[in-house]
């Protein structure tokens, strides 16, 4: 929940509703890879902030650029 959430939040008023869904989806994908990563390097990190902050805020930052509801790239809108 964390991880959607600051994924969210630099994009929150560049997106609609299916952006901000697929956001969510996405970070909790790469939450779940990230903890993975992790655990394997034997990395500590009790709070997961590394994988929560980190991780999911880059890829929150990079949405901005795939699904703002106007100039994005993967954006299929009304608009056009």
Do not use: N
Not at 5 to 12: D, F, K, N, R
Not at 49 to 59: M, S
């Amino acid at each position: 929940m964390f991880a959607g959430l600051i994924a969210s939040s630099a994009p929150c008023g560049f997106v609609d509703q299916l952006g901000a869904v697929i956001i969510g989806i996405i970070s909790g994908l790469i939450f779940s890879l990230c903890t993975k990563l992790v655990k394997r390097f034997e990395i500590d990190d009790p709070l997961d902030i590394t994988q929560t902050h980190l991780a999911c805020g880059v890829w929150g930052v990079l949405s901005v650029g795939f699904l703002h509801k106007e100039t994005g790239l993967l954006y299929v809108g009304d608009s056009y």
